[in-house]
């Protein structure tokens, strides 16, 4: 996984709109983060505020995302405003997104940490973990008590996720991925079974079960999300995988950083052991190294797939160097 990169989910009984109207107010952060206090007021969307990670006072700032596909929110932190060094976005999925005929009620959040190596402390990658868990399960029984819960209600999936990062420039990557025609190349458990367009084509996978696939690509904040469904009409089952595609330059506000960010996030069923399409996430994360190297050899960075899974600063690497 991404070193850089921390990610937490949960399923909240909570409407979609009523979690995207309590996290969109940055001052709720008083209630269910450690120590998160907001203290001035900038704007209607910046606050300065006391934060768990830093003996200091940071910049919060927040923005909005609001698509047709699920709603979300991005915090940003830093020392000074419009210099933020945590971006932390927050997706808000519907039940329907995860499962288009789901019948259940509620919200599943995916909190999406990116922590700049350069000015990150030791402290803050070791307690992010401890932190973020705890934070998110205190936002859902804030959110889940306003609706008269007595105890923690169990959502029908759990979310999980794969991160890796890509040295190559991210239009290359979404020209590439969006394109179905290029999934034989990357995607070792899927064959060809008659006429794929750009996007979509039907597939055999590993057990020549028949497999039906749509890509959709949307522009988001500064980055892009490809939608990748995957349907088993002998089962009526469907499997779908966002995936993310983040440039480094604004997952660690750093305009020199190279290459991007790939997050690929898959749902499972809570109580049941899966029979179609990917079985566990190390089939998201073997697809995702090969993209990885196949990208990464497109751009000429031949060298770079050695230094691991993770993003390396320049000046990071360049010291590891000369050890």
């Not at 307690?127 to 998110?136: A, D, F, N, R, Y």
């Not at 990557?173 to 079974?193: K, T």
């Not at 490809?226 to 995936?243: A, G, L, N, S, V």
Request: glycine share 4%; aromatic share 14%; net charge negative.
């Amino acid at each position: 996984m991404e070193n850089n990169t921390f990610v937490t989910s949960a399923y909240i009984a909570t409407s979609p709109e009523t979690a995207f109207n309590y996290l969109s107010r940055l001052e709720t952060l008083d209630e269910w983060t450690i120590n998160c206090r907001m203290l001035e007021k900038i704007d209607d969307d910046t606050w300065i505020g006391t934060c768990a990670g830093y003996q200091s006072n940071l910049y919060y700032h927040l923005k909005k995302i609001e698509n047709p596909l699920f709603l979300g929110i991005e915090w940003y932190c830093g020392f000074a405003p419009d210099d933020y060094f945590h971006w932390y976005p927050v997706l808000l999925f519907p039940p329907n997104y995860l499962e288009p005929e789901s019948s259940e009620k509620g919200v599943y959040f995916h909190w999406i940490s990116f922590i700049d190596p350069i000015r990150r402390t030791p402290m803050i990658m070791q307690g992010i973990k401890t932190v973020h868990l705890c934070e998110s399960r205190s936002l859902k029984a804030i959110l889940e008590r306003q609706e008269g819960l007595t105890e923690a209600a169990k959502g029908h999936y759990l979310i999980d996720s794969d991160t890796i990062y890509v040295d190559a420039p991210i239009e290359l990557a979404v020209e590439y991925l969006q394109d179905l025609r290029n999934i034989g190349n990357w995607s070792h458990l899927l064959r060809s079974s008659g006429e794929i367009s750009r996007q979509s084509g039907e597939f055999l996978d590993e057990y020549n079960q028949r497999v039906k696939i749509t890509f959709r690509t949307h522009s988001l904040n500064n980055y892009y999300l490809i939608e990748q469904d995957y349907f088993y009409p002998d089962y009526q089952f469907i499997q779908r995988c966002p995936i993310l595609l983040i440039p480094c330059s604004c997952a660690f506000n750093d305009p020199s950083a190279p290459g991007f960010i790939l997050h690929r996030i898959a749902f499972w069923k809570a109580d049941e052991a899966p029979r179609h399409g990917k079985l566990q996430i190390e089939d998201y994360g073997s697809e995702n190294m090969n993209i990885k190297r196949l990208l990464e050899a497109k751009a000429g960075n031949l060298e770079t797939f050695a230094r691991g899974m993770s993003y390396i600063p320049p000046v990071a690497f360049d010291s590891q160097e000369k050890k």
